[in-house]
């Protein structure tokens, strides 16, 4: 079947990467951890009704602010850095800070660009893994076939935000980015890394963003 292997291809797009936890965090109800995700997955549906005929600037500037707020992207990257990001110099953090921003809602941008029937289920269940928050979610393909996604959320003080995805409820998107990222991090430069995620940036947005 066609909806399946559309399904992982949309998963896999979706799996993204401790910070100190208040007392005032965890007290807030569990449905503002699971809001986070129900905004998100609002506006990629929103995305996939405009398809390819709304230019790819402006689909990427109506996810850019939802993904600043539901994604700790400054984690995500510190994370996936890794060891290396101790020795990477400050301009270099911050220009590899943008360019991983823009490849973020750039790749949801191209990967969600055109709807057949998917539904977004944001689970009422929370798991607790440490002092995480796990919300766990599925995109149902038209045909009914699920995919289970579960986002690991971490209270700032902005509220809960997404610090790691988890594909099929295991596979850390993480952990994947950080093997992807050593090789090119091998020699302690961001330069190779910064120079790859904007030519990512350029291929997925068609030429029409350049970061």
Same mark, same amino acid.
């Given at each position: 079947?066609?909806?399946?292997?559309?399904?992982?291809?949309? /998963?896999?797009?979706?799996?993204?990467?401790?910070?100190?936890?208040? /007392?005032?965090?965890?007290?807030?109800?569990?449905?503002?951890?699971?809001?986070?995700?129900?905004?998100?997955?609002?506006?990629?549906?929103?995305?996939?009704?405009?398809?390819?005929?709304?230019?790819?600037?402006?689909?990427?500037?109506?996810?850019?602010?939802?993904?600043?707020?539901?994604?700790?992207?400054?984690?995500?990257?510190?994370?996936?850095?890794?060891?290396?990001?101790?020795?990477?110099?400050?301009?270099?953090?911050?220009?590899? /800070?943008?360019?991983?921003?823009?490849?973020?809602?750039?790749?949801?941008?191209?990967?969600?660009?055109?709807?057949?029937?998917?539904?977004?289920?944001? $689970?009422?269940? $929370?798991?607790?893994?440490?002092?995480?928050?796990?919300?766990?979610?599925?995109?149902?393909?038209?045909?009914?076939?699920?995919?289970?996604?579960?986002?690991?959320?971490?209270?700032?003080?902005?509220?809960?935000?997404?610090?790691?995805?988890?594909?099929?409820?295991?596979?850390?998107?993480?952990?994947?980015?950080?093997?992807?990222?050593?090789?090119?991090?091998?020699?302690?430069?961001?330069?190779?890394?910064?120079?790859?995620?904007?030519?990512?940036?350029?291929?997925?947005?068609?030429?029409? $963003?350049?970061?």
């Amino acid at each position: 079947m066609r909806a399946l292997p559309r399904l992982r291809m949309l /998963a896999a797009a979706l799996a993204l990467p401790a910070l100190h936890r208040s /007392a005032r965090a965890f007290a807030q109800d569990s449905t503002d951890v699971r809001q986070p995700i129900v905004a998100l997955y609002a506006t990629l549906e929103k995305l996939m009704r405009a398809g390819q005929a709304t230019p790819f600037p402006d689909r990427f500037a109506i996810l850019a602010p939802v993904i600043d707020r539901v994604y700790d992207l400054e984690t995500v990257l510190k994370v996936s850095v890794g060891l290396k990001w101790p020795s990477i110099d400050p301009a270099s953090r911050s220009s590899l /800070a943008e360019v991983f921003r823009a490849f973020t809602i750039a790749s949801f941008v191209a990967n969600f660009d055109k709807f057949e029937g998917e539904r977004f289920d944001v $689970l009422p269940d $929370l798991r607790t893994v440490g002092a995480d928050q796990v919300v766990q979610t599925r995109i149902v393909s038209a045909s009914g076939e699920p995919i289970r996604l579960d986002y690991v959320m971490q209270p700032s003080d902005g509220g809960w935000r997404v610090t790691d995805v988890l594909l099929d409820g295991t596979i850390s998107r993480v952990a994947v980015q950080r093997s992807d990222f050593r090789a090119l991090l091998a020699h302690g430069d961001a330069g190779a890394l910064i120079a790859s995620l904007r030519r990512k940036v350029a291929h997925l947005s068609g030429g029409t $963003l350049v970061s």
